[in-house]
């Protein structure tokens, strides 16, 4: 179990922020299969502020999409703090602050990762988040800004002496981006620095590796990021795995080709039938990643001009044997969006 702040999870894991992934028919689909709390994409507290449409849209918490989280970035309080009176009408579950996004044009504005230099003003910015709402308040830190600045732990208890009720750490510095490995001694520095959960982000791929980060961290939670691509399967594998201690079957080829269906048809009802075909064909690549032979289908599915014929597409890969042979042996080692799979 997992509590942060009143809000209690059964599972120590959570959908992590992902900006162009996490929209609402995607986290749809990773609650089927066992996510609890789930996490809007990163946004901008000025897009908020000026109403931006297609940010209206974004934020949108709709009933079935519950326990939920958003993630505001920003720099200046005043913006924050007017996005946080539009968005708390929504009455999430969690507000979580971005000081971790790698962006170049976003951390050096000061904003995302940026606010890993400046530990005291993002103590300042989150005691004034806290003291302006009544839903637990979370931040996302990285490790530090390059490798010879890796301050997570100073930020962090400056973070927690702001009231915050959780505090999320990529173990990666604002440098590395998404590469090189999770430094687990960081997330380890931090957890047994603070007294508040710590979740843990970095390098999760299957239940193996949730399984290695608490040990590694001591962490209270962990947040699934590229390993969810294409595979929503990790979160209930990584329930069944805490539970049992044994890891439950791949999901076969038919269950793949429901949950592309489903996850398809969701796109078309929320962007549109005709944005769908071009939301869709990275998750395509995604759920098709490691059964044999696929490759020219997933070309045409790059091609698809409709939502009807990538519909198609999903059926004919359901029906092709050599895939279904394939599927069988998909280990959950070698599933989920990392290109290269490395051994936890
Ligand atoms: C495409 C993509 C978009 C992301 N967008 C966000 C975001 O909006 N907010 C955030 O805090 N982290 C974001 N992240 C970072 C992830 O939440 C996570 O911390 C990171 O990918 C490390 O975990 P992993 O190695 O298991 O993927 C993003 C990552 C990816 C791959």
Known sequence: MLKIGNLSLKYPFVLAPMAGITDLPYRMVCRRLGCELAFIEMISAKA??????????????????RPLGIQLLGTEEEFVLRALDIVQKNEYDVIDFNAACPVSKVASKGEGAGMMKEPIKLGRML??????????????????????SVNAREVALYAQDAGIKGLFIHGRTRQQGYSGRVDYSIIREVKEALAIPVLGSGDVFSPLHVKKMFEETGCDGVAVARGALGNPWIFRETAGFLDSGVIPPRPDIQEVADIMADHL????????????????????????????????????????????????LIAEFRRHETYAETAATISPQNAGGEKNYREP
């Open 127 to 148: 005691k004034a988040i806290v003291d302006h709402t009544d839903i637990p308040v979370t931040v996302k830190i990285r490790a530090g800004w390059n490798e010879s």
């Open 48 to 65: 908020v502020v000026y109403e931006n449409k297609k940010t209206r849209k974004m934020i949108a918490a709709l009933p079935g999409d």
């Open 265 to 312: 048809r969701g796109i078309a009802a929320y962007h549109g039938p005709e944005t769908a075909p071009v939301v869709f064909r990275k998750f395509f690549a995604w759920y098709t990643k490691g059964f044999r032979e696929v490759k020219p289908l997933k070309e045409r599915a790059f091609r698809a001009k409709t939502a009807d014929e990538m519909l198609e």
